[in-house]
Structure formats: C-alpha cells, structure tokens
C-alpha cells in the first residue's frame, strides 16, 4: 500500500510509492546529458572576464580582481534582479506589482577549476560558508530586503550551466520567498500549540528511531525527511536550536563543512555524480518592526536541503502540489549510511 505522509512542518502531503518502489540502485544518475563544456570565467587569473568582484578571501597584498584569491563573489553577469532602483511597490488593478530589484550574485567557491564541492576540502568549505554568512550580513543592511537565499545549481539538469566550476548562488529579494513562509508559518502554527521547535521535534525523534538518519557528527544531522518529495532528498541541521544561520560560529562552520562534504561524497559515489540542488533555509532580516516575525526566534530552525535530481516533477505534481516519491526515505537513509564517504 502506497503510503500519503504529511510533513509537520508546512503540511504538504507526499505520495510514497512503497509498492512500486525501486530499488536505492536504481536511481544511479546516467552520464552527465548537456551541451559540451564552455571556456572557464572563474578560474585563477580569468578575473577580467567576471564583473567587478564584490568581495574575496585573499591574501592582503593582493589588488582585487587580479590572481592571489581563495574564493571571490561576483554580481551575476545575467541577475534576475537589479540591484539599482527603489521598489516602487503599487497595485495595477487587483494586481501587485514592484521594480525587480533585488541582488543576484555568484560564489566562486575556489580558484581550482574543481566540478564539484564535494571535491573541496573540508577548509575551503568552511569559508564558502563563512562567505555566505558576510555576504547576508552585508546585504541585510539594505532596508529594501526582506530575504537572502543561498543556493546551488550543480550539473547541467540541476540549472549548473555549462561552466564546470564549482559555486554557489545568492539571490535578496526585496519579499519573502513563498517557500520559506511556509515553513514560518507553518513552524509558528506548531510553537503555538506545542510550545516546542517542531524541527528540534524531528531532530530528537530522528535520532531516537535512527531509520531516517544518515549521519550524526559534530552537533549536525543529516537525515533523509519523512515525508521526503524526491529520491534522496537529504536535510542537514544544527542539533542546537538556532533560526539564523549567518550566527553559526566560526568553530561550528567546519564541523558544518565536514557534514556537508560526507554527505555530497555519498551522493556522488553512491549515485553516480548526479546533478543536484540545494538550499539553505534560514529566518528572514529581523527589523525592528511591530509583529513583524517577533517569534522566529524560538519556532524556526535553519537547515540545509538537499535535492539529487534524479527524477522530474511532472503533471500531477505541478497541478496538486502533491509530490510522488518512488523511493521511501527510510531505504534511502538506508543505502546512504552504507556508502562509504572517504575520498578516493
Ligand atoms: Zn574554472
Ligand atoms: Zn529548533
Ligand atoms: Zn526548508
């Protein structure tokens, strides 16, 4: 009997398909589809041909935008949104319409043409993080911002592009992602009623059940969700509540870089170097306004999620907004945990 599961979190129900369920092996990424790969932009001493950088992890006596650097952030040379301009937020009829102004800017995680941040080392790692951290600090500052979102698009069906250069993304938007209210609202519902963190709840359960955990280091969990939308899907979260990200302290960044990296290595040994995406989930700017995500603090919880595209999202998930999961989370725990993380 296929199973409906409801995550506690937003409540968005998941079809998952226990009866015609594959095996975890069957899921192995084929060999990498796309047009072949581009001249490189992002390597060491390519820096003319980004835009300006907007800031780098280099040593002193380094000018900007000339070789020396470890990891550069630069604007997108194609944003979705303009960085210049006020909001200019009106209503066009029923409709609500603003200027498309927002940041878009790309991490250059090394200066290594490396494919794959699985492939960094736990150091490097740690300071694309320390990275992010500065660059939604910074960009908090600007009262037109409600939302910093980090992300990756990594291989040619995960929207990676042609360039097989390992980096990551950062979209502010000037309102709240969808997505990310959600969750909000949804982890408010909960703290209301239970007067609990419903993911410090799931952390603690995961851990007690231990079907659904990957691995458990460091003050850091990996689990594959229960009500997971895509074949091994992975979330990573602190044990420790925390809503805000960007306050992970510098000791914790490089245990959260170990974890990541163990993760992504099981992913890329264990399923072929499948394309992937991921998202860093964390509160919105705080401001200091009336009401205005007052309890985020104790209700909401940041985390990374994981998605290996392994399968496409088709018709009956585009209309409902339910998802079908043909590979339950527990089997594909249980496969994770037996692929071995060390580099070859
Ligand atoms: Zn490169
Ligand atoms: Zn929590
Ligand atoms: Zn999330």
Redesign the pocket.
């Known amino acids: 009997m296929p199973e409906l599961r409801k995550d506690p979190v937003i409540g968005r129900w998941v079809i998952i398909a226990t009866e015609r369920a594959k095996r975890p092996d069957q899921f192995l990424s084929k060999a990498t589809e796309g047009p072949p790969e581009k001249a490189c932009p992002f390597c060491e001493g390519n820096e003319a041909q980004t835009p300006t950088e907007i800031y780098s992890i280099r040593p002193s006596f380094t000018p900007p935008n000339k070789p020396g650097w470890e990891l550069r952030v630069v604007p997108s040379h194609a944003p979705f949104l303009r960085i210049e301009g006020d909001l200019e937020r009106q209503g066009r009829g029923l409709f609500d319409v603003m200027n498309g102004i927002g940041a878009h800017e790309i991490i250059i995680e090394t200066n290594k043409h490396i494919d794959n941040m699985a492939d960094l080392s736990e150091e490097q790692t740690s300071k694309v993080f320390t990275c992010y951290i500065d660059r939604i600090r910074d960009l908090e500052r600007d009262m037109r911002f409600k939302y910093a979102l980090v992300f990756k698009n990594q291989g040619w069906t995960a929207g990676g592009g042609r360039i097989k250069h390992s980096r990551s993304q950062l979209i502010a938007t000037p309102v709240n992602p969808k997505r990310v209210k959600e969750e909000l609202v949804g982890a408010r519902l909960y703290y209301n009623y239970h007067e609990r963190?419903v993911?410090?709840d799931v952390i603690k359960h995961e851990l007690e059940i231990k079907e659904r955990l990957i691995l458990d280091i460091d003050g850091f969990i990996a689990i594959a969700p229960y009500a997971a939308r895509f074949p091994f899907e992975v979330w990573i979260l602190p044990k420790k509540?925390s809503c805000d990200f960007t306050s992970l302290e510098p000791g914790m960044r490089i245990d959260l870089a170990r974890i990541m990296k163990k993760v992504l290595m099981k992913l890329k040994k264990g399923l072929n170097d499948p394309p992937y995406n991921y998202v860093i989930h964390t509160a919105p700017f705080r401001r200091e306004k009336v009401g205005y995500w007052k309890s985020v603090d104790y209700d909401y919880?940041w985390h990374i999620e994981i998605i290996p595209r392994l399968t496409r999202v088709a018709g009956f998930e585009w209309g409902t907004g339910f998802y079908i999961c043909p590979l339950p989370p527990e089997d594909a725990a249980g496969f994770l945990r037996e692929v071995s993380e060390a580099t070859a």
């Open positions: 963190c993911f410090c509540h919880h």
